[in-house]
């Protein structure tokens, strides 16, 4: 039997395994399923690493929490403090990460995560700085909470920090940590796995480090944006949707992290209305002024001139709004040009988890009027071209496999559709797996945690 021939039969044995167990209503018995391996002392610990807006935002003097609030504040705020740090920091306080955002309501995001570490892993969440003592007490978790606002780099660095702590607390300067990584985790590690904590954005070459492998064993991969989600074009001139408000995009743009999910520079996502391919750079702040996208639109300005006491403030602040766009575009495209080299050889185990059952943007439009050259605007959803061409398929053109934010290939770290980002990879994954679920829930399915288990548990 030819290797393509056993994979083919692994994909068609493990659908008819999962439409088994949905039809029936069936769950798998994680807890029975792992108590051999859950009695395992020599299991190395496990940090988690949350995605964009997965952590609580608090004062740090106060305890006031930013984000996400209360009900009423995710359901009807626009999120503007978030974008006021330096008024914060005059109070003497400053927004630090305080916990997980376990979920709200009855949403679940990282809750039952958290209960199959424990559960049925047996896993402890540790406390860095804190030793660790005896085969019975060497089970641990470890959560690195990071302020998703920020430039990855800066979860880089807590990140190595946490595992230098975390050697300390073991007695052990030479033990390896496993990682599991939800979204825009997957970027935070396996920047880490490749570069360490050196800032290779500035760097005319993006040099390697060696240390990545020795200090990451495994690495579980959840709906990672490896080459990055044409979602966050839409997002940075438009804002985004949460609950009942959006979040603007002069909000927005004072976050790094939109900029660093935008898609890889030489994916080739951009197509005219005709469905041909265009030489377009997303990465060129001009291109955005020039058509007045995002911070340059009018109606941007606008608002912020608007909610300034006088005219000359709300300029300065538009001028200081436009200035981050332009540093976060131009550092953004250093970040993807760099995860997107060809991986180095560490050792360390990928696995990839995510979801492809839902079309997802993986391609843009640019939108134009024929009569009005500066109506131009940059389109991911076919029910929204304003300027189709008979004969094209724009569904078809537009949308591709995925968990609704991310597509399947981005989660793969590999161009692969339709030509689309050829040559690009991420990383070199040992395994994959892949089932009808959408971006937010992977952490929740219990067959994603099946399987994140099984290859973090195995001998």
């Given at each position: 039997?030819?290797?393509?021939?056993?994979?083919?039969?692994?994909?068609?044995?493990?659908?008819?395994?999962?439409?088994?167990?949905?039809?029936?209503?069936?769950?798998?018995?994680?807890?029975?399923?792992y108590?051999?391996?859950a009695?395992?002392p020599?299991?190395?610990?496990?940090?988690?690493?949350?995605?964009?807006?997965?952590?609580?935002l608090?004062?740090?003097?106060?305890?006031?929490?930013?984000?996400?609030?209360?009900?009423?504040?995710?359901?009807?705020?626009?999120?503007?403090?978030?974008?006021?740090?330096?008024?914060?920091?005059?109070?003497?306080?400053?927004?630090?990460?305080?916990?997980?955002?376990?979920?709200?309501?009855?949403?679940?995001?990282?809750?039952?995560?958290?209960?199959?570490?424990?559960?049925?892993?047996?896993?402890?969440?540790?406390?860095?700085?804190?030793?660790?003592?005896?085969?019975?007490?060497?089970?641990?978790?470890?959560?690195?909470?990071?302020?998703w606002?920020?430039?990855?780099?800066?979860?880089?660095?807590?990140?190595?920090?946490?595992?230098?702590?975390?050697?300390?607390?073991?007695?052990?300067?030479?033990?390896?940590?496993?990682?599991?990584?939800?979204?825009?985790?997957?970027?935070?590690?396996?920047?880490?796995?490749?570069?360490?904590?050196?800032d290779?954005?500035?760097?005319?070459?993006?040099?390697?480090?060696?240390?990545?492998?020795?200090?990451?064993?495994?690495?579980?991969?959840?709906?990672?944006p490896?080459?990055?989600?044409v979602?966050?074009l839409?997002?940075?001139?438009?804002?985004?949707?949460?609950?009942?408000?959006?979040?603007?995009?002069?909000?927005?743009?004072?976050?790094?992290?939109?900029?660093?999910?935008?898609?890889?520079?030489?994916?080739?996502?951009?197509?005219?209305?005709?469905?041909?391919?265009?030489d377009?750079?997303?990465?060129?702040?001009?291109?955005?002024?020039?058509?007045?996208?995002?911070?340059?639109?009018?109606?941007?300005?606008?608002?912020?001139?608007?909610?300034?006491?006088?005219?000359?403030?709300?300029?300065?602040?538009?001028?200081?709004?436009?200035?981050?766009?332009?540093?976060?575009?131009?550092?953004?495209?250093?970040?993807?040009?760099?995860?997107?080299?060809?991986?180095?050889?560490?050792?360390?185990?990928?696995?990839?988890?995510?979801?492809?059952?839902?079309?997802?943007?993986?391609?843009?439009?640019?939108?134009?009027?024929?009569?009005?050259?500066?109506?131009?605007?940059?389109?991911?959803?076919?029910?929204e071209?304003?300027?189709?061409?008979?004969?094209?398929?724009?569904?078809?053109?537009?949308?591709?496999?995925?968990?609704?934010?991310?597509?399947?290939?981005?989660?793969?770290?590999?161009?692969?559709?339709?030509?689309?980002?050829?040559?690009?990879?991420?990383?070199s994954a040992?395994?994959?797996?892949?089932?009808?679920?959408?971006?937010?829930?992977?952490?929740?399915?219990?067959?994603?945690?099946?399987?994140?288990?099984?290859?973090?548990?195995?001998?």
């Open positions: 039997m030819t290797l393509r021939l056993r994979q083919l039969l692994m994909i068609v044995l493990a659908s008819l395994v999962l439409a088994g167990c949905t039809s029936t209503g069936k769950r798998p018995d994680l807890a029975r399923l108590e051999t391996q009695l395992d020599a299991q190395p610990p496990v940090i988690l690493i949350h995605g964009l807006m997965g952590s609580t608090v004062e740090r003097d106060t305890g006031k929490e930013y984000w996400p609030g209360s009900l009423g504040t995710l359901a009807f705020s626009e999120y503007r403090e978030l974008a006021r740090v330096r008024e914060v920091e005059a109070r003497g306080g400053g927004l630090v990460p305080g916990d997980l955002f376990y979920g709200v309501a009855r949403v679940d995001y990282y809750e039952a995560l958290i209960d199959a570490l424990e559960r049925v892993g047996r896993f402890q969440r540790g406390t860095p700085g804190v030793p660790v003592h005896g085969d019975d007490d060497r089970r641990r978790y470890y959560v690195l909470l990071y302020d606002r920020k430039e990855n780099i800066h979860a880089v660095r807590q990140l190595h920090e946490l595992i230098e702590q975390i050697r300390r607390d073991y007695g052990d300067p030479d033990l390896p940590v496993d990682i599991l990584a939800h979204s825009n985790g997957g970027l935070i590690a396996n920047y880490y796995l490749r570069y360490g904590t050196a290779v954005l500035d760097q005319a070459e993006f040099t390697p480090w060696d240390e990545g492998g020795k200090r990451i064993r495994r690495m579980v991969l959840l709906g990672t490896a080459m990055g989600s979602v966050s839409e997002r940075l001139q438009q804002g985004v949707k949460i609950a009942l408000r959006t979040v603007p995009v002069e909000v927005l743009v004072t976050f790094a992290t939109p900029f660093e999910t935008l898609p890889h520079p030489d994916a080739g996502v951009i197509y005219s209305a005709d469905g041909e391919p265009l377009f750079d997303i990465y060129d702040a001009d291109a955005w002024r020039v058509r007045r996208w995002g911070i340059f639109s009018p109606e941007v300005e606008a608002r912020v001139l608007a909610a300034a006491p006088d005219h000359e403030t709300g300029a300065l602040q538009m001028a200081e709004l436009q200035a981050y766009f332009v540093r976060h575009l131009a550092r953004a495209k250093q970040l993807q040009l760099a995860l997107g080299q060809p991986a180095p050889p560490t050792g360390t185990q990928v696995s990839v988890l995510g979801g492809d059952c839902t079309l997802t943007p993986g391609r843009a439009v640019l939108d134009r009027d024929p009569r009005n050259p500066r109506s131009e605007r940059l389109v991911i959803r076919p029910g071209l304003r300027h189709k061409v008979a004969g094209v398929d724009y569904e078809r053109l537009l949308l591709v496999p995925g968990d609704g934010l991310v597509t399947r290939e981005s989660q793969l770290g590999r161009g692969q559709f339709e030509g689309v980002g050829a040559g690009i990879e991420a990383f040992a395994s994959s797996f892949f089932l009808c679920e959408r971006h937010d829930q992977l952490s929740v399915n219990p067959y994603v945690q099946n399987n994140l288990l099984h290859f973090l548990l195995a001998p």
